[in-house]
Structures are given as C-alpha cells and as structure tokens.
DNA sequence: CGTCGCTTTGATCATGATCAAGGGATGTGG
DNA sequence: CCACATCCCTTGATCATGATCAAAGCGACG
C-alpha cells in the first residue's frame, strides 16, 4: 500500500460525500470523520489488505474500487463472503477477534482509509453518536451476509446469478457508479462463482442461457439488465436488505430528522 | 406472550451472569442492564417474537430455549438463517430496517426480554461504553452469518452437517447447556435440513451414515459426538469464529482487562 | 510470436433432490 | 381402552441440477 493525499479525485469527493449522508453526519461530526480522512492510501488490484488467520485491529473505508471478502478453504477453493464497494466500511467483524475471520483482497485498483479501531472506541467516550453510526453500519452490513445465506442455501443457479447481478446494480447505483441498468463488472466470472458457491463452467453456461433469453447481457466487461423487474421476478430479488432506515430517523423517532433536514445535499466537502 | 417476573429460575440467573461476563460489564453497569431485566415473558414454542416485513423497533434479550431466525421464500421453501440460543441478543439487524428482514421463531417453550431500541440509542448518550458493547455484540454475530455463507456455499452435505453439530456443540458449552461431547438437540430434523440448504431425506440419510461410521449418534433428541477431534477435521471446523476478542481487551488493548480483572467469575447478581 | 488470463462449449459424472411409502411414537377423542 | 391421527424418522427408487474434466478460442500483452 502507499500513501497518498485524499483529496485528489472527483469520484472520492463524491464518494465521501455520500458517506456523510449515508451516516447521516451532522455539521460537528462532519469535520471529525474529515480529519480521519487526511492520508489516504492507494491499493493495486489482486492485494490483500486483510489475511485470515492475522490480527486485524483496523477499519477501512473504501473510497474507490471493488473488493471482497473471502475465504480459502483447505482444498483451495474459495468462498466470497461479500462484494465490497465504495462508501463500505470494512474490518468488521475480523477486527472484533483475535485473527481475522476472512481476508479482504482488491479486486481493482483502490483507495482506501486506514482508521485503527482504538479511535473507534475513542470516539465512543467523545463523540459517541458518531461512534454509534459507525457501528450502525456495520449492523446493516450484516443483512448483507444474512441474505447471502438465502441466497445460496435456497435458490438455483440461475436465481443465484440473477440476484447476484441485481445486488450490485442498486449498491452501485446508490453510489453514482450504476445507471439505471448497468454497470462495470470490473472482475471476471471466477468471482461471480465463487460467490454463489457454483462452478465456473456453469456460471458460464447459466449467464450465456440468461443473455439468449434477452435478460442480461454482459459483455466487455459491462452489466446490462433489459428488464430489471423481469429480472428481480426470476431472482426472487427484493431490495429491503439493502436500504436500512436511516441511521438518524432511528435516532430520533418520531421528529423529522434533525440536523440535516431538508438540506442533506448541502454538506460541504473541505 | 405472557409477562411473568424474570428472576425465578436457577438457569435465567446463571444466564445473567454470563451475559454480564460477556459483555464484560463494569459494577456500575451491571445495574443498569438488572432494571431492563424485571420483566421477562415467556414465549410458548413455535411462535414468532419477530415476523419478517413488520416493523420492529424491538431487541430480545434471549434467557431460556431455542429459537430461529429464519425467511420463507415464494415457494414455501424455508431458509434457518441462524439457531440462537440463551444468551444470545437477537433483533439486528432486521431493528435497523423499516419491516424486519427474517422471522424469529421459538423451537421450544423461552424466556426473553424485549427492550426497545430506542433505549439502546438513550444509551449511547448516558453510558456510551454499555451501549458499544451491545453494538459489538451484534457486529461478533454477523461473523456467525458470515460463516454460515462458506458453510452452504463451499462444503458437502456430510460436512455441513458436521459443522452444524460442532458448532451447536461449542456454543451451548459456552452457556453450560452442553458438557464436553453432548448436548440435547430439543428440534426435529427438518431444522436441520433448512439451515443448511438441503433436503429432509438426505439429512436424515447423512446423519444415519455419521452415526454408521460412529463419527455422531443421535438418539431421543440427544446429540453424542464420539470424536470432537476427529469430527472437527471431517467438516473443516474451527471455532475462532465463535470466540469473539472480549470486549473489555478491545476497549482498553494492552492493558489488563482493569475492572472486572481477576474477578469476572465475582459479579453478582440480585 | 508465444504465453497468459479469461471465456466458451462439450461430454460425462455424482451429489443431493424428489417422490413414495412405511413405521414408530405420542396424543386424542369416542 | 381402543381407533385414529399426527408428527417425525427412516428407507428405497429415480431424477436432475450442477460438478468435473477436457479442450479450444480469443484477446491482450510482453
């Protein structure tokens, strides 16, 4: 990993911009988050930043590129756990053990922030609504892994397949990186696989059948869904998971949310 | 539900205690989480506490039996997303979302504690460090979904199974509900087979062969495992996963783990 | 030009699903 | 106290989804 200056690119200014409304940050936590964010670091693609089996007292927030979570087991296959995307926090919960549970490699080129989880805990005495969104998000995380479950212990290849695609078409639409139905897939099949827990060769065949019968096409390495509801009815594709109440409501029930009510597109960034 | 005073049982005060243990909680903080724990209901077998797409802005604190989180899919189909047992803190993540992402189900007669989530929130103001460890509590359960994904995703039938055992095995040892190699199995089968993505025949099959190969005998509801060992290497089982850094080490690294220190076995209850 | 990474496709195999039926408890109502 | 029902476990036969093995195509890149 190495070091560089954050503030550089369009795509992160943005990015932590959608991180402060995704935490519902008010005026005075906005700049504490901000000071974290002052040494960014850059991450070639296929490196790991997390090892299972190591020590891992660290938090990241991924500010660009794709990576994963996963697992080797002890025949050398592996098992993704979970598509990490910009505006995730990771190192939950490997950091909460002694050794991490799972390791979290790049799939592409990345930026991300390093925060040890002392100041996590830190910040829980000093500013512990601030410490409180943090653990919230992680929390919401966890619908993730839970759906994943669904995902893979009940449905079939082609479902698994569909709602894999669809998963990632609203997370990343949710951070400008999706239009209306389509996206980079910036990695290859063997992801794809080993994420659903199916064979490459099938994941193969299975996204060949799905783009003869018109519902995706994916091609030079871009997602495109024809019809999203189509696709969401084979899949049994529902988004709830992915958008949790927002942290502040939940906060304060009841009251129109606070702070930031009516003007949550107005943070500035520096 | 029905409302009935929590401190009668012998078991629901040995379970508090080892809540407090776990949460390593300090003798200022203990108290406070005695007062939520006046009222306890118990929860007559197979019903929901928590039913998916209802809001439920509820946590439960589990003190006696066995329950489910689970999801039933368009086709009838049922996926166990978790078994908790007592001592476990259930709600999360689906608290987080307008309606709840899974059920929660009782497999036999419980007892529990609902405690509004708003009071969770109220404590992050007053007694911030009570509140982390709560949220730490549910970041170290997302490491069971986790889990469970390379479980159905990456391992065979007999594994799974075998892994289901084992890790059962290791949690209800933590609350005394298991001795060294056994512990009462109080659900039918088809638990089974719905936690780990397979057919009921085939579980039943499975379990048959484990118990030809004396690796596992179950009988009249009792699990026996011949060879914790032995088992263990058959599924690939380790149990890091379900040993969680305790919390007071990660508030205070370095230092000896201060208040509860060579004491934690002292913390009264009543 | 040759190698490497990724996709594609074919042929065959096997794990686990599905369908079907019977059996042993336990419980319940007549 | 017996008849019957229900729940759960068990086992057999057959089927199919998806794995495995093998090989070829196809860029990109050095």
Redo the contacts with the bound molecule.
Sequence with gaps: MQALPVVQSGATVALIRKLAIRLALTPDELPILQSIFSVARSVRRHQDIVTEGKRNRVIFFVLEGLLIHYRIMRDGQRQVINIVVPGDIVGAPSCFFDGALYSVRSLTNSVVIAWPLEELFNLSGMQSQLATKIFWSFCCDAAMSAEHVVVVGR????E?IAHFLLELLIRLQGIGLADERSYRLP????VI?DAL????????????RLAQDGLVI??D?KVEINDVEALSALADFEDHYLRPTPIDELIAPGIAPPILAGSRRDISIR
């Design positions: 449905r079939s290849a082609r698994r990695f290859s099949q063997d696989c827990g199916l064979s490459l060769a099938y994941v193969n065949r299975e996204l060949r994916i091609s390495h």
